[in-house]
């Protein structure tokens, strides 16, 4: 690919100046690992200094330098209402002056429960934690608790968090027995854990054909987000449903991204109810804090039954279902209305069709895949439908493409293998500046791969 109209603009103006995040990037650097409290914020995949921000508002946020972004990054999801949305900071001011955490029940949490339980319909109980991490660490338990097995199913790509036996991810995407993805990962955890191919019903069923009775549950993202957006193949879930029941191992589906984000019951409410029957859990987060720390999963009371102070698996936590944290959470819930999904419906066909078009126009390869209003955007020709295919793209590209848009004041997820958010406060004011800037961040995609191929 060489010569193409719109593939001699400089990228020399970027990483663009930041002074003031620079600044703030160099004291974190002397007291925090890579400066940064998680690792993706780092900007380590597209260069160049991270945006630390000092304020949001609606659809923006405004950094150290001052400068405004259009943030379709959304505190990687739960941000779904817009930065600061009224309702959710009077429901957090009351419930902050009425005190911080109790560690006692309190009516917030009954409150935050119901409406889980109301949306999503398989989901019979939950339990509160504070991060999706726990929510999916504790729902391994309970499967292993329940069924008295030890090993566990995931797919390669999916995230569920950094749990030691969920960090697995074997990235030759062959079905293989997994080697951890982390240091400090016991090899004996790792042994434990069995990961596949997404999308890959035939590796399923050889898996359980070899080592069904040690089966204790597949973990599943309820349609994967953090290898890109890869959504389930038709009769995907069904399949694994199917697989599980005939062997006796539960099925988790991880809805910490799409739960109430893809519709108001998540994926679930998107793709189910399944005709094999429903997920027996489910986990949750992101939206359901409203931008605080709340989590939770839920699913068949039997199997919630077996927790303490019910049943013999333990779990526990100080701040589990924190005053603060579950009004954000229920406030949010109860703000996320039709119109609301309708907004983020329309919002996200009018950027994925502009996005599609200036690609193409400059000629960039691309596949652009959905679930519901969350989507991602793979430099590559052919559709995604496991980390094999998420992992041949063109990530240069993606860094050219990312780098002009946040000098164009777009921040985006600063990854190719990651979603883009959007907020039911995105007005057609924010979408025409993002709109605004596609047009050079394609020809920098276009120079990136020129470059690559010259
Ligand atoms: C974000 C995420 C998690 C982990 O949640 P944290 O709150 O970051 O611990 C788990 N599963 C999925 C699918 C996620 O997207």
């Known amino acids: 690919m060489t010569d193409r109209p719109g593939t001699t603009a400089s990228i020399a103006a970027y990483p663009m100046e930041a002074p003031a995040s620079q600044a703030l990037l160099d004291r974190a650097l002397a007291v925090t690992p890579g400066g940064v409290n998680s690792p993706v914020r780092a900007f380590r995949a597209v260069g160049g200094t991270p945006r630390f921000m000092v304020s949001g508002h609606g659809p923006y946020l405004r950094d150290a330098d001052g400068r405004e972004y259009v943030d379709l990054v959304c505190s990687w999801g739960p941000m779904i209402l817009g930065h600061a949305h009224p309702a959710v900071l009077e429901a957090v001011t009351t419930a902050a002056g009425r005190g911080f955490s109790f560690g006692t029940p309190s009516e917030n949490e009954v409150a935050l429960a119901e409406e889980?339980?109301?949306?999503?319909?398989?989901?019979?109980?939950?339990?509160?934690?504070?991060?999706?991490?726990?929510?999916?660490?504790?729902?391994?338990?309970?499967?292993?608790?329940?069924?008295?097995?030890?090993?566990?199913?995931?797919?390669?790509?999916?995230?569920?968090?950094?749990?030691?036996?969920?960090?697995?991810?074997?990235?030759?995407?062959?079905?293989?027995?997994?080697?951890?993805?982390?240091?400090?990962?016991?090899?004996?955890?790792?042994?434990?854990?069995?990961?596949?191919?997404?999308?890959?019903?035939?590796?399923?069923?050889?898996?359980?054909?070899?080592?069904?009775?040690?089966?204790?549950?597949?973990?599943?993202?309820?349609?994967?987000?953090?290898?890109?957006?890869?959504?389930?193949?038709?009769?995907?879930?069904?399949?694994?449903?199917?697989?599980?029941?005939?062997?006796?191992?539960?099925?988790?589906?991880?809805?910490?991204?799409?739960?109430?984000?893809?519709?108001?019951?998540?994926?679930?409410?998107?793709?189910?109810?399944?005709?094999?029957?429903?997920?027996?859990?489910?986990?949750?987060?992101?939206?359901?804090?409203?931008?605080?720390?709340?989590?939770?999963?839920?699913?068949?009371?039997?199997?919630?039954?077996?927790?303490?102070?019910?049943?013999?698996?333990?779990?526990?936590?100080?701040?589990?279902?924190?005053?603060?944290?579950?009004?954000?959470?229920?406030?949010?819930?109860?703000?996320c209305t039709p119109e609301v999904y309708d907004r983020l419906t329309t919002v996200a066909d009018t950027l994925t069709a502009a996005l599609g078009d200036e690609l193409g126009k400059a000629g960039v390869p691309h596949v652009i895949q959905r679930a519901g209003s969350m989507f991602s955007v793979f430099f590559r020709e052919g559709a995604v439908v496991n980390y094999d295919d998420a992992k041949d793209q063109?990530?240069?590209?993606?860094?050219?493409?990312?780098?002009?848009?946040?000098?164009?004041?777009?921040?985006?997820?600063?990854?190719a293998f990651e979603a883009w958010f959007l907020s039911a406060a995105h007005d057609d004011a924010a979408v025409d500046r993002v709109l605004a800037a596609l047009p050079a961040a394609a020809s920098e995609a276009a120079a990136a791969f020129a470059r690559i191929d010259a």
């Open 116 to 335: 889980i339980v109301a949306r999503v319909e398989p989901v019979e109980q939950v339990r509160l934690v504070s991060s999706g991490t726990e929510a999916t660490m504790s729902a391994i338990r309970l499967a292993r608790g329940f069924t008295g097995r030890s090993v566990i199913v995931k797919f390669a790509g999916c995230y569920h968090g950094h749990v030691d036996s969920l960090l697995a991810a074997a990235g030759s995407g062959v079905a293989t027995f997994a080697l951890p993805d982390s240091a400090g990962v016991p090899k004996e955890m790792a042994a434990e854990t069995i990961v596949l191919p997404y999308n890959d019903l035939a590796a399923l069923e050889a898996a359980f054909a070899e080592r069904g009775q040690e089966i204790a549950a597949v973990i599943t993202e309820a349609s994967p987000g953090n290898m890109g957006v890869v959504p389930p193949a038709p009769g995907f879930t069904e399949g694994l449903r199917r697989v599980t029941t005939e062997h006796g191992a539960l099925l988790v589906s991880d809805e910490v991204m799409t739960g109430f984000r893809c519709s108001a019951a998540g994926w679930y409410g998107l793709e189910g109810p399944y005709a094999a029957g429903a997920p027996d859990l489910f986990t949750f987060g992101k939206v359901m804090g409203g931008g605080f720390p709340a989590a939770a999963f839920g699913g068949r009371a039997d199997v919630m039954a077996m927790l303490a102070p019910l049943g013999p698996v333990y779990q526990a936590g100080t701040l589990s279902g924190n005053p603060v944290a579950t009004a954000a959470g229920l406030a949010t819930l109860q703000h």
């Open 394 to 415: 063109h990530v240069p590209a993606f860094a050219a493409f990312f780098h002009s848009m946040l000098s164009q004041g777009v921040h985006l997820p600063p990854s």
